[in-house]
């Protein structure tokens, strides 16, 4: 009993890491911008691809694949709000559906130029560990890793530069942030690329670990969005609890019952905190 209960903690907290990754890319976009990016999920499948491109077809090593692919989905991300975002900042529903019609056409683009079958990244390292009685694989410890210095990175960046600390002044009070001189503009294109980043970091770590396709990230996107909605939407904290959380209700679920009833349990769990919480575990009140 005492390996299983090892197991599942070992297994959820890996995920849940994952998820956490992808979870403050989105909570980050709607916290400043106040835009829900349905297309959230194709910015980690972009993040995948370059991987497969990069490693699997032009032969560059994996870790600095993993570096370029993530500065290239910053950089497409950074376009994508520029053109087709920023005219919809604070008109929630015309950027929910221009979202949906960036994940549309990147779905489909990728559908053209990689084709419809899954394919595979050669994962940097094989092999297992044990951690006290559970058996770790090396490739989602590597992720595990990769996850957590991308984590501390971010949150020092929040608390210890510039643009971090005015990211949170638009977060909190865009006009008054503009009256002590931060350009929101500006601030809306980085925050977008900082969070295009992250998916697109979290897609490059996960590529070879599951197969790489077209359609690979609505799941990531869709647990992304229950992962906000349950630490409260607009709130970093709340994302990283959030994902933890859904990341260990998952693996003891699945590991116990199935993986079905883990994704229900999933929903099950943010439905009975927004009915105690509607804001979420750490969540602001509406403005």
């Known amino acids: 009993m005492t390996a299983l209960i090892e197991?599942?903690?070992v297994n959820g907290l890996m995920a849940g890491l994952v998820y956490t990754l992808m979870a403050l890319g989105f909570t980050?976009?709607?916290?400043?911008?106040?835009?829900v990016?349905?297309?959230?999920?194709?910015?980690?499948?972009?993040?995948?691809?370059?991987?497969?491109a990069l490693n699997g077809h032009l032969g560059l090593g994996y870790f600095p694949a993993v570096i370029l692919a993530t500065i290239i989905t910053a950089i497409f991300g950074a376009a994508v709000e520029r053109v087709l975002y920023r005219p919809f900042?604070?008109?929630?529903?015309g950027g929910m559906i221009m979202s949906l019609a960036v994940a549309i056409t990147l779905q489909a683009l990728a559908l053209i130029f990689f084709g419809p079958a899954d394919q595979s990244v050669e994962r940097p390292v094989t092999g297992t560990w044990r951690l006290h009685e559970a058996v770790v694989p090396l490739d989602r410890t590597l992720v595990a890793v990769c996850a957590v210095a991308a984590l501390m990175a971010f949150h020092?960046?929040?608390r210890h530069t510039r643009l971090g600390l005015a990211m949170q002044a638009v977060a909190q009070d865009r006009d008054t942030a503009s009256l002590m001189g931060v350009e929101a503009g500006s601030v809306y294109l980085r925050s977008f690329a900082i969070a295009s980043a992250l998916a697109g970091f979290a897609g490059a770590l996960m590529a070879p670990v599951y197969t790489v396709a077209p359609t690979m990230g609505e799941l990531p996107m869709l647990k992304a969005f229950?992962?906000?909605?349950?630490?409260?939407?607009g709130s970093v904290p709340g994302a990283m609890l959030g994902g933890l959380l859904i990341g260990l209700s998952e693996s003891v679920?699945?590991?116990l019952f199935d993986t079905t009833l883990a994704l229900i349990a999933?929903?099950?769990?943010?439905?009975?905190?927004?009915?105690?919480?509607?804001?979420?575990?750490?969540g602001r009140a509406a403005r």
């Open 28 to 35: 980050l976009v709607f916290g400043i911008m106040r835009m």
């Open 89 to 93: 900042v604070g008109r929630e529903l």
């Open 226 to 233: 229950v992962v906000v909605i349950l630490g409260g939407l």
């Open 266 to 282: 999933s929903f099950v769990i943010v439905l009975a905190v927004i009915v105690v919480k509607p804001n979420g575990l750490w």
């Open 7 to 9: 197991q599942m903690a």
């Open 37 to 52: 990016n349905f297309a959230h999920g194709e910015l980690y499948m972009v993040g995948a691809f370059a991987v497969l």
């Open 156 to 158: 020092l960046f929040l």
């Open 253 to 255: 679920f699945a590991t």
